[in-house]
């Protein structure tokens, strides 16, 4: 099976920088991409950064400029560094896996999508 861990969230001032973590286990063959979600009180989850299967980035527009998503394939994780954060940034913070295939029982599987607990951000003003 695949886990998806992340960390890396936090309390911080307006104006300061927090870098989250997503670290995809499990015995993992192919994940098509990985990206960052968050879920705001009474709103939708929405996109905040991702790779794309070609390898590029999707930024939403509230965050670019200040939010670099970045990865390391090798180690299927997957990283997002806030900086200038501001109060309306405050969420639960999901990592996502696109299309994940992984080994189990002698056999391939998937692809299949996986989320992250989630990680709590608060920026207090």
């Known amino acids: 099976q695949v886990q998806l861990v992340e960390s890396g969230g936090g309390l911080v001032q307006a104006g300061g920088s927090l870098r989250l973590t997503c670290a995809a286990s499990?015995?993992?063959?192919?994940?098509?991409?990985m990206g960052w979600y968050r879920q705001a009180p009474g709103k939708q989850r929405e996109l905040v950064a991702a790779?794309?299967?070609?390898?590029?980035?999707n930024y939403a527009d509230s965050v670019k400029g200040r939010f670099t998503i970045s990865r390391n394939n090798a180690k299927n994780t997957v990283y997002l560094q806030m900086n200038s954060l501001k109060p309306e940034d405050t969420a639960v913070y999901y990592c996502?896996?696109?299309?994940?295939?992984?080994?189990?029982?002698?056999?391939?599987?998937?692809?299949?999508?996986?989320w992250g607990q989630g990680t709590q951000v608060t920026v207090s003003s």
């Open positions: 790779f794309t299967s070609g390898g590029s980035t």
């Open positions: 996502n896996a696109e299309r994940v295939r992984y080994y189990s029982g002698g056999g391939l599987h998937g692809p299949y999508d996986y």
């Open positions: 499990g015995t993992i063959f192919s994940i098509n991409a």
